[in-house]
């Protein structure tokens, strides 16, 4: 560990809402306080979903300006994939599209008629998925937002852009872009070739730790900061700050974070490129540290939020002490099944895929939310195995963060359905590691990935779920979806 002690911002951004939590960091110990929440989420305009990035960038203002007066650093992390479009003067080309926009439907089909599946797979190690940057790019081709644009920012990158001035992507967010070369942790000129991204649009690479710039003269006006603040590249993709968060004391541990999506894996040395990892649809995505976050992504609380939306927001803990109540595991439905990606009536589009697999849909609330839990348990079952299958890595607990860790009903099946201890939370994990990556660059914190885990794990609440439950039941489950 370091000496003395430093107060940094961490902004986090989720799909539903962003948040500045300010941290005190001294070795050993970190504390915080949440010093702004504000809502986010899309903007329907002319039948395109985009995102309101004005409306994040003054809520982040106005949480550093909370946060304040004194602040040591500031580091941004937020959800992957989506991005704005800078004209050669630096100006925004039109509010960034948002992942759930329809306007990659056979998006990746014409790519890979392009660029095969298995050569993109080859060179990024990325999963399919319709929403990755490669696929945007793709169905943006021949706009004029594109034909203008100079350089490609992803949303932490423009951010900051705007806080000082800098241009440049951090590798981490990068590697969900389909984009970048898996094994040197750079662009590939060869992608880039081969699907005309145009020369410049892709920024200079920088790894965590990396100091970009400071806040602007102005941004300090506002905010009332005294400068300089220097902003920190964190692990700008959420799930890479989420990882460096997870309070593991060993290397043999799956995680699980959890919000609108679960993403579920390992934390490897080195990607695996395989074909059997491929077809299972496994991601290597850049970590900090140089390590390879190996994980799948599946719907996560995204199911059960449009539930909630759907009802008109019910008492939700109501709705989980009833669903625990049912029995289970019943129905069950694919959690990655692309068909849950948009917005719209998830209820009455679960009971359609439990019919069309040939399971009794259900048919109360309680009985709908027992079905996205289980479904849900099961998808981090199912992860987690082929994870440390396809990898060779040895897992001994699942360690579950984010949002999902205080879903007691979840994390509890979670235990059951891998037949492993879970540790939950901390909820903030991904506030953790952006704010310990920063602190580890003012010179704090000192050490590897351990070392920032070990001041998570002394200073985070944490809950033990014990596997329990008939481990057939899950094994049945998952055969049945296996065979519809």
């Known amino acids: 560990m370091g000496g003395g002690a430093v107060r940094v911002a961490a902004v986090d951004l989720g799909a539903s809402s962003g948040r500045v939590m300010a941290f005190d960091i001294a070795p050993g110990r970190a504390t915080f306080v949440e010093a702004h929440r504000f809502p986010n989420g899309p903007v329907r305009l002319g039948g395109t979903l985009h995102w309101d990035v004005l409306g994040l960038y003054r809520g982040v203002l106005d949480g550093l300006r909370a946060a304040g007066p004194r602040l040591d650093a500031v580091g941004i992390d937020s959800w992957a994939v989506d991005y704005g479009l800078l004209d050669a003067t630096g100006a925004l080309l039109g509010n960034p599209v948002h992942y759930r926009d329809r306007r990659t439907d056979g998006v990746p089909e014409a790519v890979h008629a392009r660029v095969p599946a298995a050569d993109l797979y080859r060179v990024t190690g990325l999963q399919v998925l319709p929403f990755n940057t490669v696929y945007q790019l793709a169905a943006a081709r021949g706009t004029p937002q594109l034909a203008a644009a100079r350089r490609l920012l992803l949303i932490p990158d423009l951010l900051a852009h705007w806080l000082t001035g800098a241009g440049v992507t951090e590798v981490t967010n990068a590697s969900t872009t389909g984009l970048l070369d898996a094994r040197t942790r750079t662009w590939s000129a060869e992608l880039s070739a081969r699907l005309d991204i145009a020369d410049g649009l892709l920024t200079p690479l ?90 799948r992504n599946v719907m996560g609380l995204w199911l059960l939020q449009e539930c909630l939306r759907e009802w008109g927001d019910p008492d939700l803990a109501g709705l989980l002490d009833a669903a625990g109540a049912e029995p289970g595991p019943a129905a069950v439905v694919d959690a990655g099944d692309p068909a ?60 579950v963060v984010g949002g999902g ?47 920032l885990r070990d001041v998570v794990r002394s ?11 008939d481990p057939r039941a899950w094994r049945a489950a998952e055969e049945r979806l296996a065979g519809s």
């Open 206 to 295: 920088v790894e965590p730790g990396t100091e970009v710039g400071t806040l602007h003269e102005h941004v300090l006006a506002e905010t009332g900061l005294t400068g300089p603040v220097p902003v920190v590249a964190v692990g700008s993709h959420d799930t890479a700050s989420a990882v460096v968060g997870v309070p593991a004391a060993t290397r043999n541990f799956a995680y699980v974070a959890t919000g609108t999506w679960s993403l579920v894996g390992v934390e490897l040395d080195a990607p695996v490129l395989t074909e059997a990892g491929r077809a299972a649809n496994f991601s290597n995505e850049a970590g900090v540290d140089g390590t390879v976050r190996y994980l």
């Open 340 to 399: 849950f990606i948009p917005p719209g009536n998830m209820p009455a589009r679960i009971r359609e895929a439990c019919a069309r697999t040939g399971q009794a849909p259900p048919s109360t609330r309680a009985a709908i939310v027992r079905c996205v839990v289980d479904s849900l348990a099961l998808a981090h079952r199912r992860a987690v195995r082929q994870a440390a299958e396809l990898s060779g890595r040895q897992v001994d607990v699942v360690h």
């Open 405 to 451: 860790a205080r879903n007691r009903l979840l994390c509890q099946l979670t235990a059951d359905a891998c037949g492993l201890p879970v540790v939950a939370g901390p909820v903030e994990a991904a506030a953790y590691g952006n704010a310990l990556v920063q602190a580890r660059a003012l010179g704090v914190v000192t050490g590897g990935l351990r070392d």
């Open 459 to 469: 200073s985070a609440g944490l809950v033990r779920y014990e596997a329990g439950g």
